[in-house]
């Protein structure tokens, strides 16, 4: 992750077309997309998502399967949005003056979005056990809660991890409301984006947000290993601390940022600080992913055990071994988008709305992708497909905090 650089001083092409408070809605309908997608193939696989979420199953087979539930609900906001939009474009007809008047469009679209998620039509959205679970699972991340494994802990986990990647998008959502309401007197959530809206501090604050949730479920954590009555299997903790300074590495990249915005003339010590900053915050959450998320073995001394395909591990749910070598570069490449910044040319590329949103979109995407391979992992850990004689003895006691460990 990086700070959002200046963009351009003009109401661009790309903004004209698809503003600011649509993107945002964009990325959020993705996300509910991108879950029902989740959910629908590791069903095929026979992962059963909503047992290791703790989220009720179906009583009854005439009721919608989860994923279906979901791709009810992605419709109905990609119906409400794409109506809303089609109307600005024929109300503004890519004007930038009516674009700029008319921006009250789009973020009644936003506001709607938000209606749906808090208090959805029964018809139309996903049930009201659905709804209710994922507000009270947003309420008690928000401050960096934890249930307990028989209460959905992997959920949270879960959840908390995808905001991390939602972190610019919630920061261009503040942008949004922001410009929308206390921007000056011509102030327009549909204008160029002001990502200093509200002061140097706030934006970097909610991008930093996330990565505090984390944070503090990762101390969590570790006091709960302590106090575990297992605490010879489980371990000391010592890996939910290694977690929590994974997510610290992020404040400097956030906090560095800011300031190199903050410079008018640059400052080439604080922009080798920031390239620092970013590398290790790239190379330790990448190194995290494939080894105690995926649960691979690429950087480990079994990479080479004659049981398993080279650096994966034994059990491979997804597909074949050439997918998880994709992944794997996939996630590394996507991790380390930042340095684009490295390049004189490039630079300027990366400063453009379109490239912005773009960026922030292979995010999403990456986050996406990890999911699967993240619920793998965890499916594997909870059942006997990744254990031995000796866990299985185990598993009756521990309740999986054998192998909660490496969250």
Not at 241 to 268: I, W
Not at 280 to 306: C, E, H, I, M, Q
């Amino acid at each position: 992750m990086d700070g959002d650089p200046a963009v351009e001083h003009q109401l661009d092409s790309f903004s004209l077309t698809f503003p600011l408070p649509y993107r945002v809605a964009f990325i959020v309908i993705l996300a509910v997309w991108g879950w029902g997608i989740n959910l629908h193939f590791l069903h095929i696989r026979r992962i059963d998502v909503p047992a290791l979420i703790r989220y009720p199953g179906r009583s009854s087979s005439s009721q919608l399967s989860h994923h279906h539930s979901t791709y009810r609900l992605a419709s109905f906001l990609s119906l409400a949005s794409g109506a809303s939009i089609l109307i600005f474009w024929l109300v503004t007809r890519r004007d930038p003056v009516r674009v700029i008047d008319y921006d009250w469009i789009p973020m009644t679209n936003l506001a709607a979005l938000a209606f749906l998620f808090a208090l959805p039509l029964r018809r139309f959205s996903v049930s009201h056990t659905g709804r209710s679970r994922l507000l009270w699972t947003l309420r008690r991340i928000s401050v960096g809660g934890l249930a307990e494994p028989k209460d959905g802990k992997f959920g949270d986990i879960l959840l908390a991890d995808v905001l991390t990647s939602y972190a610019k998008i919630l920061a261009d959502l503040f942008v949004c409301i922001c410009m929308f309401l206390f921007d000056g007197r011509d102030g327009s959530a549909t204008a160029r984006p002001d990502r200093g809206c509200g002061g140097a501090v706030i934006v970097p604050l909610i991008m930093a947000i996330p990565s505090t949730i984390r944070l503090r479920q990762c101390l969590i954590e570790f006091v709960r290993v302590r106090r575990a009555p297992y605490r010879e299997a489980t371990g000391w903790g010592g890996q939910h601390l290694a977690n929590a300074a994974k997510y610290a590495t992020a404040f400097p990249v956030v906090t560095l940022g800011a300031m190199l915005r903050g410079q008018k003339d640059g400052s080439p010590g604080l922009f080798r600080a920031w390239v620092a900053a970013c590398l290790l915050n790239s190379l330790y959450s990448f190194y995290w992913d494939v080894t105690k998320d995926w649960d691979l073995t690429l950087f480990t001394k079994d990479r080479d055990a004659p049981d398993q395909p080279f650096g994966l591990r034994r059990t491979l749910l997804i597909h074949k071994p050439g997918v998880y070598y994709a992944v794997i570069a996939m996630d590394l490449v996507l991790r380390c988008t930042w340095t684009i910044k490295l390049s004189p040319r490039m630079d300027r590329i990366g400063d453009f709305e379109s490239s912005i949103f773009l960026i922030q979109f292979l995010e999403v995407f990456r986050r996406w992708v990890w999911i699967f391979f993240r619920v793998e992992t965890e499916w594997i850990r909870n059942s006997a497909l990744g254990m031995g004689l000796n866990d299985l003895v185990l598993l009756g006691d521990l309740q999986g905090n054998k192998y909660q460990d490496e969250d």
